[in-house]
């Protein structure tokens, strides 16, 4: 039967695929296609596996002192018998058999599947059963590290005959991954992986996770609530990255509308590349600098390919996240900001020191206090100034990257004039310690972000002290409209048009101008097709969005009128519902600026 699920639109485009449904505790197992002359391999693994915690428990069982608790005999009974069980061991060897799924990945899908069925008893012992099998796998998994894979580099999957959803026979099978929650770090670890679309119960629009999922440039859809839980493993989906909607089992005529759809969005990107090579200038020509958000060093590649003409903003603190506390050295990061910057070539990397916390734990589980707000919390630079030691390291690593090339530092969520000094002062030190140890380091040009209302307020103070501010619109508008960014249930608020969080964003633009400054956007609202002319109009010239957001914003520059937007961007400034303002057919929208694109109705907020 077919049902719709509806969400926040993060990552555009659209998805089909089957679903994958995987448990937040258990992403980090790798999920790969095997070849079919590896599947007895695969099988065999999870056999050893099986058979290692089979002998584990009987030994256990053997063992057992003749005073031991009753309950401790009946709980490695249940244990055994989980194992012993068909629909365990059938189902494993479906997903490796049918789906060339690696071993780890068939063993959690099963393990999904059975869970649902746990969770559907009545009886409450049998429920609580389902602990015991997550235990049992767990067991298997970690025996299975150990077991070497014969698997060689990971294979695109091949749909086997009878689908009947796809006309061509060799297309790979398609699938979309639906998961509660995924932290960050798990998306960082999807990157690379099989999946064509992504869906999330939980999540704002400009939660990390979603950040990522729109780095990967592959449809997403989060803030599903209940997704989860209503689809299936294996059920076939769309993912309407655009509209924000799920589709479950759809029926062949949706899945046509869909295919056309998906072929129009193909045919629109392979259009906008003609625009690669293309200067980012307006119509009066005024020259736009759009530069690349990357989350990793090896992103520099897209970057370049996409033609940004730098890096605004390097989140660095991917760099320091799901390590299990060890946190990277000196030289591991040196090594990374060098390879950012060499990828670059010869253009500008603008290196942002580490901002953890709030949604972007260390380490997945790593759960703060509860009755602590962490969006308002020991976050960013609050964090690196706590741990002087961790700050100093991450300073002399972006330091000695600037040999190579062209770097600026950036510095997150600076509110107070001590936290400016301070942060200037251990720099000062970075470099003294290199000078002691007589390492060679580069120039730096100084970054503030501009991300806490109060910093925007407070706009002579930052100009006094550093080259050039970016705003951060994500957290400007979290932190202006008391909204937390990750809350999928204040989500409607989140408002990048709130007249407030445009007259702190006309600001900031403003005082750099008057002094000189160079002033930048690296928040989402950079990034969004909707939004690029009323920036331009409050005179922004240079946008830091992810590579794959550039050549549409590109398109919006090159049709542009800056002289006829500066008015019109004043009015919506001054208006009482901006967000209607927007939309208006003003003087700006006559002859000749080309507005055949509409604004404001489809931006990704
Ligand atoms: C922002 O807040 O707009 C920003 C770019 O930083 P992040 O999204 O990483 O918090
Ligand atoms: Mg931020």
């Known amino acids: 039967m077919t049902f719709s699920i509806h969400g926040l639109p993060v990552a555009r485009g659209i998805a089909i695929g089957r679903a994958v449904l995987v448990g937040s505790s258990r992403v980090e197992v790798a999920h790969y296609f095997i070849t079919p002359d590896q599947v007895e391999a695969e099988i065999n693994r999870v056999r050893v596996g099986r058979n290692a915690v089979v002998d584990e428990l009987q030994r256990l069982q053997h063992d057992m002192p003749k005073d031991a608790p009753h309950e401790l005999a009946a709980l490695l009974d249940v244990h055994l018998m989980l194992l012993e ?9 479906h997903w490796i058999t049918d789906r060339l799924y690696n071993a780890e990945w068939a063993l959690t899908t099963q393990l999904e599947i059975i869970s649902r069925q746990f969770d559907e008893m009545e009886d409450e012992y ?36 009878g689908e009947g959803l796809f006309p061509d026979e060799n297309l790979p099978v398609p699938l979309v991954l639906i998961a509660h929650d995924l932290s960050p770090a798990d998306m960082l670890q999807f990157k690379q992986s099989v999946f064509a679309g992504f869906v999330t119960d939980v999540g704002g629009k400009t939660s990390h996770t979603a950040i990522v999922a729109r780095s990967m440039d592959i449809p997403a859809v ?8 209503l689809v299936r493993q294996d059920d076939w989906v769309i993912i309407d990255g655009d509209a924000g909607v799920v589709i479950v089992d759809p029926s062949t005529i949706i899945l046509a509308e869909y295919g056309f759809k998906q072929r129009q969005g193909t045919l629109e990107r392979e259009r906008l590349v003609r625009l690669r090579h293309t200067p980012a200038i ?17 992103d520099a590649g897209g970057a370049v390919e996409a033609g940004a003409l730098g890096v605004g903003l390097f989140r660095s603190e991917f760099l320091f996240m799901g390590r299990q506390g060890r946190l990277p050295d000196e030289e591991e990061q040196y090594q990374a900001y060098r390879r950012a910057v060499e990828g670059m070539q010869g253009m500008p990397v603008t290196i942002r020191t580490v901002d953890i916390g709030a949604d972007k734990p260390l380490d997945k589980g790593q759960k703060e206090d509860t009755h602590l707000n962490p969006a308002l919390g020991l976050r960013a630079i609050r964090w690196s100034l706590a741990d002087p030691a961790m700050f100093l390291t991450q300073l002399r690593a972006i330091l000695r990257a600037a040999v190579h090339g062209q770097v600026n530092l950036l510095i997150p969520m600076l509110a107070h004039g001590s936290e400016i000094r301070q942060t200037l002062s251990l720099l000062d030190f970075a470099r003294a310690e290199l000078d002691n140890r007589g390492t060679a380091y580069g120039p730096l040009k100084l970054g503030a972000m501009i991300e806490i209302p109060a910093a925007a307020l407070s706009l002579s103070l930052f100009l006094k002290y550093f ?6 619109t994500n957290d400007l508008i979290q932190y202006t409209l008391a909204i937390d960014r990750a809350d999928e249930s204040v989500a409607h608020l989140y408002d990048p048009l709130h007249p407030a969080v445009l007259r702190l964003l006309a600001d900031t633009i403003q005082a750099c101008h008057a002094q000189g400054k160079g002033v930048s956007v690296c928040g989402e609202m950079a990034g969004d097709v909707a939004m690029t002319r009323l920036l331009l109009g409050l005179g922004l010239r240079s946008f830091s969005m992810h590579p794959a957001q550039i ?10 009128d800056t002289s006829r ?30 507005w055949d694109s509409g604004m404001g109705p489809l931006s990704t907020y």
């Open 551 to 560: 050549l549409a914003v590109k398109q919006e520059v090159l049709r542009a």
């Open 565 to 594: 937007l500066a008015p019109w961007a004043q009015g919506v400034l001054q208006s009482e519902d901006p967000s209607e303002a927007i939309n208006l057919p003003l003087s700006a929208r006559s002859e000749g600026v080309g």
């Open 222 to 229: 989060v803030g599903a609530r209940t997704a989860s839980q």
């Open 282 to 298: 307006t119509l009066d020509g005024q020259k736009v600098e759009l530069l690349a958000n990357i989350e990793m060093p090896e």
């Open 126 to 161: 049998l429920r609580e059963r389902k602990a015991d099998l997550e235990q049992v796998v767990e067991r298997i998994l970690r025996y299975m590290k150990g077991v070497v894979s014969p698997v060689a580099p990971p294979a695109p999957a091949r749909r086997k005959s």
């Open 467 to 472: 080259d050039f501010l970016s705003v951060g």
């Open 85 to 93: 069980d068909e629909t365990l061991t059938i189902g494993i060897k």
